[in-house]
């Protein structure tokens, strides 16, 4: 019985010094700014991207083939639309792609409206390496008119290991598959005919 006193001390001190894992959370990294294109007319509205279902949730993804496994522990700071809506919204307005973009709740008429859906968002791990993969699935409506529907993908490569190699190579794929929206917006001249009826007339 002594000795079973004399040791409780010690089991205590050592159940004491057991490290509790803690939830860590990650934003994704602001958008560098573009180089701004000739202004174009009209406004855009972005609303609110859905999640596809898979991906339902705040913890930070890692994909094995078909298998998606949530890191428990590791968990984004606010809802990953929200995060990815706002992201494309900055990214739009920094390249200049009309005179204004908005978001969903941003009061006042618009032109143009994006919906879309994020498809994929997780980090991939395969005999090569790690990859970040983004897809996003979008539409461009003129007031109920489809004008632009299809998918956009990036994969980037992750560097380094651990949460905050993936959530730049999240960051950056986001960041290549927006470009490739801005992109494909240019080619077809989505925007031009609102800024020739805007010109004033002389």
């Known amino acids: 019985m002594r000795l079973l006193v004399a040791l409780a001390p010690l089991v205590f001190a050592a159940c004491g010094s057991v490290a509790v894992p803690r939830e860590r959370y990650f934003r994704l990294d602001p958008p560098t700014a573009a180089a701004p294109t000739p202004t174009r007319g009209g406004v855009l509205r972005v609303q609110d991207l859905q999640l596809a279902t898979s991906l339902d949730g705040d913890c930070l993804l890692l994909q094995d083939g078909v298998r998606l496994e949530p890191r428990p522990l590791e968990r984004w700071i606010a809802p990953l639309?929200?995060?990815?809506?706002?992201?494309?919204v900055l990214c739009l307005s920094r390249a200049r792609v009309c005179d204004l973009v908005k978001g969903g709740a941003d009061t006042g008429p618009e032109d143009w409206t994006l919906h879309g859906r994020i498809v994929e968002f997780a980090e991939s791990r395969t005999d090569a390496g790690a990859d970040a993969r983004v897809t996003l699935e979008l539409w461009l409506e003129d007031r109920g008119r489809l004008l632009l529907h299809d998918e956009f993908s990036a994969i980037e490569p992750i560097a380094g290991a651990g949460s905050e190699a993936a959530v730049r190579g999240l960051s950056a794929g986001l960041q290549r598959v927006v470009g490739g929206v801005v992109e494909?917006?240019?080619a077809q001249g989505l925007f031009a005919a609102a800024r020739a009826a805007a010109a004033p007339v002389r």
């Open 184 to 186: 494909r917006m240019q």
């Open 81 to 88: 639309d929200r995060l990815v809506t706002d992201a494309l």
